[in-house]
């Protein structure tokens, strides 16, 4: 997270405005979502806990869009358990011996190098927003200049563009996994945060 200071505030302010003025377009994309991620609750909530805090819809995030809420795969990036991660981030976890059990993957995930989210105070949405958009990458603003199909998909802030695998990007790809941004909001106006 060695962001420069000023990139990160003008990234919230954005994300804020993002967030507030957002509008979900494709409720059906976020339903089954939904469901999964109150269902596995109680498992983000105590992971979370157990690692200073970090709020279980966050975890929830990350699991959704990085394994669809399979208990079979790295945290990290989507791969098998079985083996230590290849895609990236290659080689994680760095400790254990494979097959690997989610819960023990997970904390490697959220608490590498350059993610280290365990320490983090501030749980604002934009601040979670930022941080979610950085678990994948921030090659959609960097690179793109597009709002990240991982935060915004099944929005109106979101209509083409995706990383189809790692560094390769599609101009007409869509996403059709549900963004973060708009989970999150159905998680908290539903009172589950």
């Not at 806990?49 to 966050?58: K, T």
């Not at 254990?96 to 590498?112: C, H, K, N, Q, V």
């Not at 678990?135 to 690179?143: A, E, I, L, Q």
């Not at 990007?169 to 989970?183: F, I, N, T």
């Amino acid at each position: 997270m060695n962001t420069p200071h000023s990139l990160v505030t003008i990234a919230r302010a954005e994300l804020d405005l993002l967030y507030r003025t957002m509008a979900i377009t494709d409720l059906e994309r976020f339903e089954e979502a939904e469901s999964k991620a109150i269902f596995g609750r109680s498992f983000y909530r105590s992971l979370g806990d157990d690692l200073g805090g970090i709020p279980w819809w966050f975890i929830a995030c990350a699991h959704m869009l990085e394994c669809d809420f399979s208990f079979h795969r790295h945290l990290h990036n989507g791969d098998p358990l079985s083996r230590r991660t290849v895609n990236e981030p290659a080689g994680r976890p760095v400790a254990g011996t494979p097959p690997f059990e989610f819960r023990a993957s997970a904390i490697d995930a959220l608490t590498m190098p350059g993610k280290e989210y365990q320490f983090v105070q501030d749980w604002s949405i934009p601040h979670a927003l930022w941080l979610l958009e950085g678990f994948n990458g921030h090659g959609y603003r960097m690179y793109r200049g597009i709002n990240s199909p991982y935060l915004w998909a099944g929005t109106g802030h979101y209509t083409k563009g995706k990383y189809v695998s790692d560094g390769k990007y599609s101009d007409s790809a869509v996403s059709k996994q549900p963004g973060c941004a708009g989970l999150i909001k159905l998680l908290i106006a539903g009172g589950e945060a």
